[in-house]
């Protein structure tokens, strides 16, 4: 018994904070890894959890992730956009042909063609099969038109200033500018990214609260053992732990999930997006979530599983005390 | 060490537990508690363990009012006593080692300095060759005595005992209170609450009665 008191003394010494440290690290382990026995110890409820959780993060990574590689794609389709020119009716098609070498000198427009009125009459009349009625007409009803493009990659903003300075020139009739199914869909895209946020936000914390309530049934669970731990002098700190990790794990293993479903899912996508790209002459490959973003959605995963456990263990821990 | 001064504990339904109690307990006292049933002998532990805070007066440990002891501080105050309680309190899904090493683990001792204690704690009640057993396998003696080890393995100041020979047959219950004089021979202070007047009265130690809550003798330090 004499240790004892030599225990008593030491208590006091300048190393007493290194007992302490070690001493809480040592504690930090067994929390981690008793907390991670009991999540192992049951692997059906627990992958079910599990399961929730990675669902639940998977759903807006995932739809993010489509919405973003649908943005790629519609970025290759902006260089096409045309912009087609009627020229003023009275216009020769000497000044025609004047006017697009003159465009198809300015630095933002990249292709140009003259189709003069006589060509596209003749067009016309082989596509329709108006060819008495067109017979019929003495005079060529059809302005010259020049089909423009303009450089790849010029934002959409720039392409719409083209048009409108195209329409001031002079024997320019009319500029009309095929490109606004474009900007509907990049609105809906935006729309859409809104939306993948707004279902993300609510996702986050459902997750967040179905990890709570899983620490609290576990709390429940051990409600004995928290008032004897607590009556043997165990403080609020040392009840929490177990509790805390056991959110972690929880977390983190629906973060390992989400990141599999996420990568299964794009790992089956990928051939049949690849011979879609083909038939298109597009060299587009479906982003994937990389190993970094797999990485943060275990972090994720993890770190909601924390806040989620903190908030059950804040709201139901302190109710449990020795009677 | 421990000190009541004009102590009364009224529990929420409006029963005095105890009424008016003063005593002092010595450091290295061993002093029995007893009284009939619902005397106030459990409540009157309670209060030094903080599980309940006296309606009037003050509670002093170790030179400390636990007045000033804040819900904070609650767990570091009870490391420092070691408890027996009257309805065992273990842990029925861990073995008897683990629940002798708890209070261990929570001061966040290195296991093989766990192992240590709790072997020579559970060698002192008898149970050495138990420590793999779950609790429910054991006899209520038997795990009145896991309860005695798990109290006696952090090296406390103070030992607190309600009842703790209740389930035991009189030459182990004598041997136990022969444990309890050894304890406060090297300087801990050992408050018992027993029934079993025959036996206490053999051992020659003070004597603290309760009677619906007042203090009857042993006013006297
Ligand atoms: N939590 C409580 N709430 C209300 N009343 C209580 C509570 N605990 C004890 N009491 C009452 O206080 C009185 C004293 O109880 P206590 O447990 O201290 O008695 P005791 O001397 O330990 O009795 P025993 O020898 O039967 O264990 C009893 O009448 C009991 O009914
Ligand atoms: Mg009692």
Redesign the interface.
């Known amino acids: ?5 030599g ?1 008593e003394g030491a208590s006091q010494s300048r190393t007493d904070w290194r ?2 440290y ?3 690290l ?2 930090h382990r ?1 929390s981690a890894a008793d907390s991670l026995r009991r999540v192992l110890e049951h692997p059906w409820s627990s992958l079910l959890t599990w399961m929730v959780i990675g669902i639940a993060l998977a759903l807006p990574v995932g739809l993010n992730l489509a919405l973003d590689n649908a943005q790629i794609v519609s970025a290759q389709w902006d260089s096409p956009a045309q912009i087609s020119l009627f020229l003023k009716s009275d216009l020769a098609v000497e000044d025609a042909r004047r006017l697009e070498l003159q465009l198809a000198g300015a630095d933002n427009i990249s292709t140009t063609a003259l189709i003069p009125k006589d060509a596209a009459l003749e067009e016309f009349r082989e596509l329709s099969g108006f060819t008495d009625v067109l017979a019929s007409l003495d005079e060529n009803p059809l302005p010259h038109l020049i089909i423009i493009s303009p450089v790849p990659g010029l934002a959409p903003q720039a392409v719409i200033t083209l048009q409108e300075e195209l329409l001031a020139m002079p024997g320019i009739e009319q500029a009309v500018l095929d490109m606004e199914w474009l900007q509907r869909l990049n609105s809906l895209m935006e729309l859409g990214h809104r939306i993948v946020y707004a279902l993300g936000a609510m996702l986050v914390l459902g997750v967040a609260l179905i990890l709570g309530n899983t620490i609290r049934l576990a709390i429940e669970n051990r409600r ?2 928290i ?10 700190a ?1 009840v929490r732990r177990p509790f805390l990790y056991t959110g972690l794990w929880y977390g983190v293993g629906g973060g390992v999930i989400a990141a599999v479903l996420l990568g299964l899912t794009l790992w089956l996508l990928q051939s049949p997006a690849q011979n879609l790209a083909g038939l298109y002459q597009s060299s587009f490959s479906l982003q994937g979530l990389g190993l970094m973003g797999g990485l943060n959605l275990v972090v994720l995963g993890g770190l909601l599983g924390l806040f989620g456990a903190a908030l059950a263990v804040s709201r139901h821990l302190s109710h449990i ?3 | 060490m421990i000190s009541f001064e004009r102590v009364s504990k009224r529990y929420d339904e409006g029963y005095d537990a105890l009424r008016d109690v003063s005593f002092t307990i010595n450091k290295d006292d061993l002093v029995f508690l007893t009284g009939h049933s619902g005397a106030g002998k459990s409540t009157l532990m309670r209060l030094i ?1 903080l ?1 309940e805070r006296p309606t009037r007066g003050d509670v002093l440990v170790d030179g400390i009012n636990l007045a000033s002891v804040g819900s ?1 501080a609650i ?5 420092d ?1 070691g ?1 027996v ?1 009257q309805n065992h ?5 861990r073995t008897v080692f683990d629940n002798v090493a ?2 261990l ?6 296991h093989r300095e766990v192992g240590r204690r709790v072997r020579a704690a559970l060698d002192k009640v008898g149970l050495l060759e138990r420590e793999r057993a779950l609790p429910v396998t054991l006899s209520g003696g038997e795990q009145q005595r896991v309860g005695i080890a ?1 109290a006696v393995v ?2 406390p100041k103070i030992l607190l005992a309600d009842e703790p020979t209740g389930n035991l047959d009189p030459a182990l219950s004598a041997e136990i209170m022969t444990l309890f004089e050894d ?1 406060s021979k ?2 801990v202070t050992v408050l018992i609450a027993s029934h079993d007047l025959a036996l206490i009265s053999r051992l020659h130690h003070r004597i603290i009665t309760l009677r619906e809550g007042r203090l009857v003798t042993g006013t006297a330090t």
């Open positions: 018994m004499s240790r004892a008191k225990r007992d302490q070690n001493s809480w040592r504690h067994l004995e053992e008032v004897i731990v607590k009556l043997v002098g165990g403080s609020n040392f005390e020795p009677r | 363990m599980m904070r767990a570091r105050h009870r490391r006593i408890v309680f309190q273990l842990l029925f899904d708890l209070p683990v929570i001061c966040g001792y290195d798990r952090g090296r304890f090297v300087g």
